[in-house]
């Protein structure tokens, strides 16, 4: 077999596969015509064709009851040779319109490994004297083998480029997946607030969501548009603190060029780009009393007016609002309007801290890991109880942020499989110490003082250095390098003072 034949077998692309394996038939048996079919259901389909008029033949089906020389070879699993004119199996309607009819059809079948035909290759005579190809029994038997050999080869090809497409689905699924907001929690708390949402979303009213900062506020409100009648139209973001008021005003509502100086076009505000969908307004209650006004409008007749403009657009979006402040005390203060706070919480949702629904802190935990994980490849940590039990124990005034954070520290802080008690930072661990949040302690008056000084100096001078060393150690979470770097000296120094101090990762120093 020649090295081009060989090459024939290598190629993975099912196209330039049967492309180039019915070119080679065509070539040995000098005929200008040939074509390869699948089943496909209830049709025998031609995926490929070649010869003249072969654009005619290409993508042509036939149906499995009519009579047909590839649906003989495909039913019977053998070859079979047809003089088209008086085989009756021959589908003439196919050639109708072709100006060259065929006069003789080579038909083999086509095998996965496990013999079962997928299809068939016919290699076609178009010459009146019907002389082109070698019928000769040995010749064909041959021919058979070689054809055999290819139909596995383009039968692997096919399978490998199914599962490509499997695969390729999958990764853009777990893509999908991964970036998709998934919302954990399983405490009697939450479980109704998410039973709210879930009936929320099937109205159209406006839902205020209250909470303190970093208890998913923004995961309910996109929770609320994609279980919506709304969920194909945008889900638009606005966070009323994060830009001053002049620049808030144009990004809600848009403006005219020349508005106002640089002005240079018109610019689409926030709430008609949403139109159809839904706008998440995230920290209401610190948007200016002016803003208040505006937005009232919006909520009341639905339509904006952008700055510059004379006439009022009409629109159609749903507002969810979130804020961690007492809007009633606001109310009293006179820095938030009553009646705003009335059209915004028809729909009213408090999410509790996650101090108030500790049983999902390990779920929590759970989810991150392996988010995480999977986000930078790294192999999934598993936490210990004593190191779980502090953390449920915490009281996390950033709630989910700090403890989604606090995560992604132990995961690069520890170094072992295991997330043991010792990587915890202290200000976790003993929440009454006088620890601020990286872990130094801090001395609160001067009898503390003295007796730090007292203890100092009752300590011989390796033992003063074994204590530093210790310490320092307690503040990188035993990450080495971390601990040399803060003592000002390289590693494989400290390396060797912790062996020459005796100091290993035993519990029963860090304690």
């Not at 020349?258 to 505000?269: C, E, I, L, N, P």
């Not at 009341?300 to 952008?306: A, C, F, L, S, Y």
């Not at 992604?408 to 990587?423: G, P, Q, S």
Request: charged share 30%.
């Amino acid at each position: 077999m020649s090295q081009s034949n060989l090459e024939l077998f290598k190629e993975l692309n099912p196209e330039t596969l049967q492309k180039k394996f019915l070119k080679f038939l065509l070539k040995i048996h000098n005929v200008q015509r040939g074509s390869i079919w699948i089943k496909k259901k209830d049709t025998y389909l031609c995926i490929e064709a070649a010869g003249a008029e072969s654009d005619q033949i290409k993508g042509v089906s036939l149906d499995v009851q009519h009579p047909s020389i590839v649906g003989w070879v495909i039913e019977n699993k053998k070859m079979t040779v047809a003089e088209t004119k008086s085989d009756r199996r021959h589908y003439r309607e196919v050639e109708d319109k072709l100006a060259v009819k065929s006069s003789l059809i080579l038909c083999f079948p086509l095998f996965f490994r496990d013999k079962k035909v997928y299809g068939a290759v016919q290699i076609i005579d178009t010459t009146p004297e019907k002389s082109s190809i070698n019928l000769d029994k040995v010749y064909l038997e041959q021919l058979q083998n070689f054809v055999d050999i290819c139909s596995i080869a383009l039968s692997n090809a096919i399978l490998y480029a199914n599962e490509r497409k499997k695969t390729q689905s999958l990764k853009t699924a777990l893509k999908e997946v991964k970036n998709e907001s998934i919302i954990i929690g399983q405490s009697l708390e939450f479980k109704k607030c998410l039973d709210l949402v879930k009936s929320y979303a099937a109205t159209e009213f406006h839902v205020l969501i209250t909470g303190e900062s970093g208890t998913g506020k923004e995961l309910i409100a996109e929770k609320i548009h994609n279980s919506s009648a709304r969920k194909d139209k945008p889900f638009l973001v606005q966070n009323c603190s994060a830009i001053p008021e002049t620049l808030l005003e144009s990004e809600l509502f848009g403006y005219k060029k020349g508005a106002f100086t640089g002005a240079t076009r018109d610019k689409m505000g926030l709430f008609e780009a949403a139109d159809g969908g839904t706008v998440f307004l995230d920290e209401i209650g610190d948007m200016p009393m002016s803003i208040q006004a505006s937005l009232l409008r919006v909520l009341q007749k639905n339509e904006i007016k952008p700055l510059g403009e004379t006439r009022v657009r009409h629109i159609d979006v749903r507002i969810v609002a979130a804020t961690n402040k007492e809007i009633k005390q606001m109310i009293a203060d006179n820095s938030f309007r009553q009646d705003l706070f009335y059209r915004l919480s028809v729909l009213p949702v408090h999410l509790p801290p996650l101090k108030e629904r500790r049983e999902d802190i390990p779920l929590l935990i759970k989810y991150f890991l392996e988010k995480e994980s999977s986000k930078v490849g790294m192999i999934e940590k598993k936490i210990s109880s004593d190191a779980m039990q502090s953390l449920v124990s915490y009281s996390w005034p950033g709630n989910i942020r700090e403890l989604e954070n606090l995560i992604r520290y132990l995961m690069v802080t520890a170094e072992d499989e295991y997330i043991e008690f010792l990587n915890i930072p202290l200000h976790v661990k003993d929440q009454n110490a006088n620890i601020d949040p990286f872990g130094e302690p801090s001395v609160s008056s001067k009898d503390d003082a003295n007796n730090f000084i007292i203890n100092l100096c009752s300590m011989t001078w390796p033992q003063l250095e074994k204590e530093y060393v210790i310490s320092l150690l307690k503040k990188s979470n035993w990450n080495i390098t971390w601990a040399a770097k803060s003592s000002g000296i390289n590693r494989s120094t400290f390396a060797s003072r912790m062996k020459k101090l005796d100091i290993r990762r035993d519990r029963q120093d860090f304690d």
